[in-house]
């Protein structure tokens, strides 16, 4: 698997991650568990923004000149 292809399935299973997060955090009853789920999906996007610049910043696309 290439560094591309490795940075993209990262990237899909933190996004994943973050939205599992969240929804278990809007489901649960106990206030607590609510704060603990909120904070794990914070910090799986957290990763994926720092992600995802950093492929932004490797990965610019190529201009062909006119």
Request: net charge neutral; charged share 30%; proline share 3%.
């Amino acid at each position: 698997m290439s560094g591309a292809a490795t940075l993209t399935s990262d990237l899909s299973y933190y996004r994943q991650r973050a939205s599992e997060e969240r929804t278990a955090a809007l489901n649960s009853r106990d206030l607590r568990v609510r704060r603990v789920h909120a904070e794990m999906a914070e910090r799986y996007e957290e990763r994926v923004r720092g992600m995802a610049s950093h492929h932004e910043v490797l990965f610019v696309p190529m201009v062909e000149p006119a």
